[in-house]
């Protein structure tokens, strides 16, 4: 709703330059992103997005796969679900988990594989894959950098490490971004946001610009 109600107010003000923009949300650039350059991971043009629902039943034949023939514990998907997106979120990838959690390392790589052997991503690839993309292939992300002139993003405060880390490619060749948020609002840490990223913005754009917006209009 936040991200139509934002393009409505662009194109009020541009008219049909709006059409050249990218305007949606984290998930929905991400997806973008992947329509035009999924192919280089594999993935098929028309990859489906799976929902809350089919991942909990992906994850319960994983969890079934991991205890064998046994009926996997109460909410297990759930848990497994949760523990997933959690590493997502911190940019971590199975691989990364093997030191300290093995099991769970395991079920996040047959999740993964299961992923892409149905031609699907669910909501933590659409960040994710871009930003492996991005890191892993030069060419790649010198293509992704020339996309964008200039980047906005509205309540900083909300980000993650991956959106953080792929926003950072993103504008690494323009230097042109700008960001709006306020530490003070910073209240999604139980699905991933860092207040940090926002608190050492300086420390890693030293030549930024900030302007403090201290009147409140709202009230």
Known sequence: KAARE?????????????????????HAIGARLLRRFGARLGLPRDFSVLDDSDQLVLLGQVARELYGAAVPPAGEPRALQAAIDQARNEGLSPQDLLQGDPLL????ALYEGRLRQQGAVDFGDLLLLPLRLAEEDPQSQDALSRLFDHVLVDEFQDVNQVQYRLLRLLAGRSRELVVVGDDDQAIYAWR???????????????????VRLEQNYRS
């Not at 934002?6 to 984290?26: H, N, S």
């Not at 390392?105 to 996040?108: E, L, N, P």
């Not at 860092?194 to 030549?207: A, E, H, T």
């Open 6 to 26: 934002l393009r409505a107010r662009a194109a009020q003000l541009l008219g049909d330059a709006v059409q050249g923009l990218w305007i949606g949300t984290f």
């Open 105 to 108: 390392a395991r079920a996040y």
């Open 192 to 210: 991933g946001a860092d207040v940090k990223i926002i608190l050492r913005f300086q420390s890693d754009w030293p030549d930024a610009v900030v």
